[in-house]
């Protein structure tokens, strides 16, 4: 039996995932992702899809990240009326996200006279058409197909999709966790697959500071109140936020650090953050154990949650040392671009990036050494301290992936590995490295390709 691949997104560029696996008689897509960062991404993601949504069976999301989710209510205002599944987190978080996007794209599109990319109705009809799954459990669709998810070790709920038809497997990772994390168990690592289609987002680069990303974090800490400065840290609202407070948490409450108040400037953050309070099943066993003791991780002395405007405004009112954490974690938008026109000027701030800075956004800019950005047409001059902690990164790195296909394909070699979710360099060291050191058959599909598989 044959059936296609479309990779209709997340090829060439870390964003934008949205994959069809087809087999003629069942058409059902792998995430649907907004493109991020790119001076165009609001063109391509106004775009319509190359496919017929309504023609769709159903759609499995691997994780709630924007990039993965941030089309499905334009998915569903073009037709798509089947059904949609992931696990329980994924499916609470993905709607604080909808909620959060859309109040972004309605003041956008009144800013710039134009219409949003979706509406309340469409996030609404999405949820209404939305499933959940637990790990483990199989679905079973038409043309004798199965799926399972299982655990990607990546986010609150992330999950890699497997699909199962006349014992022949096709697997989609979505993004794989990097190990360790604050919060996240390890990945499961999929085996027996025939084709495997994986994230390369760090597929040329290592993680050299995972060990070291704690003392780091108390590093830059301690130099703050040193200084008597602030330390702004532009995170992902989404696992980051939390990993981040969990680790300071756990430094305040051990006296590595002084006291120093810390704001978590993102209403999105504080939602979500009470979704990980609410879902604690979902964390690896020594957190789990850790609350079980009484500690309310994502609690401590000195910490805020600044919900409305008034209170964010209030911030830079504060002269004594202070952390603030605020999105969008590539500065692309949010709240964090109000403090870094507040503080990048100064001496004594210090700028820390902990993910992803895609090309082309506010976090790459400062993260590749510019001296002056614009931020929301205002010219900002950088004196701040621009630091990197690549250690709180949720993907896996090079050598992680490789390990990955390395123990998934010890035991049967599969016939196909596609790379994709990187950017391109990324993508093609890794695809290289699998090749040579594994000997496996390795490509990057084109953007757009529909590749025949024996499924």
Known sequence: MSATIGFYGGVGSVTGANFMLDTGKLAVLVDCGLVQGDNFAQEINEKPFVYNPAQIDALFVTHAHADHIGRIPKLVKDGFQGAIYSTTPTRLLARVMFDDALKIMEFEAERDKREPLYSQIDIDQALSLWKTIEYHETVHLADSVDVELTDAGHILGSAMVHFNRAGKSVVFTGDVGNVPQPLMGEPEVPTGYDYLIMESVYGDRVHEEVAERTALLQHHIRETVRNRGTLIIPAFSLERTQGILFEINNLIETKSVPFIKTYLDSPLAIKV??????STKYLKPEVQEQIKNGDDIFLFAGLSFTETMKESSMIARDNSPKIIIAGSGMSHGGRIRQHEKQYLDDANTTLLLVGYQTVGSVGRLLQDG?????????????????????GFSGHADRDQLVALVHKGTEAKPPKQIFVTMGEERSSLFLTQRLRDYLGVNAMVPEPNAEVEIDF
Request: no cysteine.
């Open 370 to 390: 510019a001296k002056q950005i614009w931020i929301d047409r205002m010219e900002v001059k950088v004196k701040a301290q621009v630091e990197t902690i690549r």
């Open 273 to 278: 953050t009470d979704i990980y309070r609410d």
